[in-house]
């Protein structure tokens, strides 16, 4: 897996900035100018984000909201990339992965991506994959002794970090605080056994004392099985009388049975005759309702009928009147018309003024031109000729139109007697008719509310109906109190039978119940339980007077507190224990993992760890190799050395070694980061350490920050921050 491009959106002090990374990439800057926040960011990046604690720096920007970024991975001919932004104060983290390959492309989800990272975990990229002073620090001589410091480099070599030999010491150190040896009385378990051994030195003591008490005990024991035996019996009293006041609460239940028991229930109707006479007696009375109605509805037709039966609406239905009211309808638009004609009638005087002009012409003309005069004569004689044709068309037309408003005239006078028709216009005449014709149609309109006919058939109808209810069951008008007999008889039956169902569970229904003689059995029992009371009070007080006895001679720490305290003691005792052997189980269980560990991965370790430390030292430093399970380390004069002779800056190198021998042994494709764990190094052995770098590089990218300037300069792919 190789890390491409960092770009970050809001992360620490560092404020939107893209970095590109080669194969071996170095950040250079002094302090605080962002080298750990960049190795921060990856982290984050890969593995989520880590709220603020006082093992984790808070990396939230200060200038802007926007908290995260995006990392680009190639891994397998893949190309990932992550992004986590998170809104300050306002939002949670979001996360989105996005794999490439041969220009197809996928999302993971979070566990996924997790499950595609494994085994590189938080805990291992900071333990194992990041390289730092820190956590290449190995305790100083001062702490420990030459054997413990042999143990944990051996643990640090064989796991790639002292997590595990710190685990060890810190259960070894809770362990002996549990217990060491039996000599040291403070220690929780010595205590324990002191305190258990106290508690059964009072018990004896105490038994010893209580033993005088034993004749009173004994006696006591005695009356307190006598007062078992009396509350026993009071029980089974208790038990009869609740039994009978049971009973004797039900009496008048049972005495309702067996009153309703003597009776003949027998049902004088089935459950369907009782539906059918039902059924057919609201029909009677529905019909009987009907007829009721029917009837008072004919009476009331018949005399709106009466009153509506008067000369005047006896004419506005003859069929005449009918026919009337046709005809005037049909001949009222040739009635206006003649009436509009005979009223805008006038004589045409025309031609017989052009007459009169030709006869005074002409016989002006008669002296002085004969022709003329002629002339005149002939227009005279034409237009007396076309006079008189006229007149007489005119006179035809006027008696036309009068003979037409004759014949109207006529048949309007058979509404004479119904009207007052004077010499009134067509209009006010056709109006007054129609006023007559609207009476007409109010009077119909009435008179069809009226069916006389059809409701007295369906008064037949109806009482034919009924004979029939009748001819089926004659007694119908009895059916009420017949159904209310039947309904009764039916409760009856339903509360006997709820009754002997509610009953069985408290009497034997076989036997008669004799509610006297229960109350007398009753009262011999109450009796019985008084007597038995008395008694038990009795002995109750002689308990009571004795135990008063047994518990003034007894001191304040019973037996019974000092047995529950010595119960609560090895309690105390068994936890320590159980406590002690699991910290020396998990302690065993470790060295027996970190032997066979060793046996199975340490060689093929340490071959890779003295190669890299034969690079590091010039050839001073030839192989490390471990003998009796301790590491030693031999020189180039064939000396061999045990790691607590070597010089602070040769242990860190030695270290180092250890830790890129371990990370290559495990064969996983993940970049290396380096944070300033050289600043121990000589000059020679720095730039060896570079050279180291850079054959690494070939194989895995490396990742270094450090701010040592002289460093870099023989470095390739530097980022300044």
């Not at 007559?436 to 509310?449: A, F, G, V």
């Not at 004795?546 to 119960?567: F, G, M, P, R, S």
């Not at 010039?618 to 380390?633: A, G, M, P, R």
Request: proline share 2%; net charge negative.
């Amino acid at each position: 897996m190789k890390i491409n491009q960092l770009k970050i959106e809001g992360f620490g002090k560092i404020i939107n900035q893209t970095y590109n990374l080669s194969d071996m990439t170095t950040f250079l800057g002094d302090n605080e100018t962002g080298k750990s926040t960049i190795l921060a960011f990856i982290k984050y990046m890969l593995f989520g984000f880590e709220n603020a604690t006082t093992a984790n720096q808070n990396f939230n920007p200060l200038d802007v909201k926007t908290y995260g970024g995006q990392i680009t991975l190639t891994h397998e001919n893949k190309t990932i990339k992550i992004e986590r932004i998170k809104i300050l104060r306002t939002g949670k983290p979001s996360f989105s992965c996005e794999i490439s390959e041969e220009g197809q492309s996928y999302q993971l989800d979070e566990a996924s991506w997790q499950e595609f990272m494994r085994p590189i975990t938080a805990k291992v990229f900071s333990e194992i994959y990041t390289v730092t002073q820190d956590n290449l620090q190995i305790s100083t001589v001062k702490d420990y002794n030459a054997d413990r410091l042999d143990q944990e480099w051996r643990m640090s070599a064989t796991t790639g970090t002292v997590a595990l030999f710190d685990q060890v010491q810190k259960l070894s150190k809770s362990r002996d605080q549990i217990f060491t040896t039996t000599r040291a009385a403070k220690k929780p378990i010595n205590q324990a056994l002191t305190d258990i051994a106290s508690v059964q030195e009072a018990i004896e003591k105490k038994t010893t004392e209580e033993a005088a008490l034993l004749p009173l005990m004994t006696k006591n024991a005695e009356l307190e099985e006598q007062i078992k035996d009396y509350r026993d019996q009071q029980t089974s009293l208790d038990d009869l009388i609740n039994q009978s006041k049971h009973k004797l609460s039900f009496l008048a239940e049972y005495q309702e049975y067996q009153e309703l028991d003597s009776q003949n229930l027998s049902n004088i109707l089935s459950t369907e005759e009782a539906d059918n006479l039902r059924r057919k007696h609201a029909l009677h009375e529905k019909y009987n309702q009907e007829i009721r109605n029917l009837n008072q509805k004919i009476a009331a037709d018949s005399i709106a009928i009466e009153n509506l039966d008067t000369p005047k609406n006896r004419f506005l239905q003859d069929e005449e009147t009918l026919e009337k009211f046709y005809q005037l309808k049909l001949e009222y638009p040739k009635a206006i018309s003649a009436e509009q004609q005979i009223a805008q009638f006038k004589f045409s005087k025309h031609y017989l003024i052009i007459t009169i002009i030709a006869i005074i012409l002409m016989g002006i003309s008669l002296a002085l031109k004969p022709f003329v005069a002629i002339f005149f004569l002939i227009i005279a004689i034409v237009s007396g000729i076309s006079h008189y044709k006229t007149h007489q068309l005119e006179r035809q037309e006027l008696a036309k139109n009068e003979a037409v408003l004759a014949d109207f005239d006529q048949k309007v006078a058979y509404f004479n007697d119904m009207i007052v028709l004077d010499n009134d216009s067509v209009n006010t005449k056709i109006e007054n008719i129609t006023l007559l014709e609207k009476e007409l149609q109010e009077l119909r309109i009435t008179l069809s509310q009226y069916h006389p006919k059809e409701s007295i058939e369906k008064l037949s109808a109806l009482k034919d109906l009924d004979n029939a209810i009748f001819e089926e069951i004659p007694d119908i008008d009895t059916a009420p109190k017949l159904l209310e007999q039947w309904a009764q008889q039916s409760r009856d039956l339903m509360r006997l039978t709820r009754l002997k169902e509610q009953l069985s569970k408290i009497f034997d229904l076989s036997i008669v119940f004799n509610g006297y003689k229960e109350q007398k059995q009753l009262d011999q029992q109450v009796a019985e339980k008084t007597k038995i009371t008395q008694e038990l009070n009795s002995v109750i007080d002689e308990h009571s007077r004795n135990l008063a006895v047994i518990n003034q001679q007894k001191t304040d720490t019973t037996l019974i507190d000092l047995a529950a305290k010595l119960a609560r003691k090895k309690a105390t005792l068994r936890d320590y224990l159980v406590d002690f052997a699991t910290k020396t189980a998990e302690i065993k269980l470790i060295g027996d993992v970190m032997q066979s560990l060793s046996s199975e991965t340490l060689p093929d370790i340490l071959h890779r760890a003295s190669l890299l430390f034969r690079e590091l030292t010039n050839n001073s430093w030839q192989e490390i190799y471990l003998d009796e399970d301790i590491l030693w380390v031999k020189n180039s004069r064939k000396q061999s050395l045990r790691l607590i002779d070597l010089s602070t800056g040769t242990r860190d190198q030695l270290q180092l070694a250890l830790r890129l021998a371990f990370i290559q042994s495990k064969k996983q494709e993940f970049p290396i980061f380096l944070d300033d764990n050289f600043l121990r190094f000589d000059k020679t052995r720095r730039l060896n350490f570079g050279k180291l770098l850079q054959t690494i590089a070939q194989d895995r990218q490396i990742i270094l920050l450090t701010s040592d300037q002289d460093f870099t300069l023989e470095m390739e792919g530097t980022i300044k921050l």
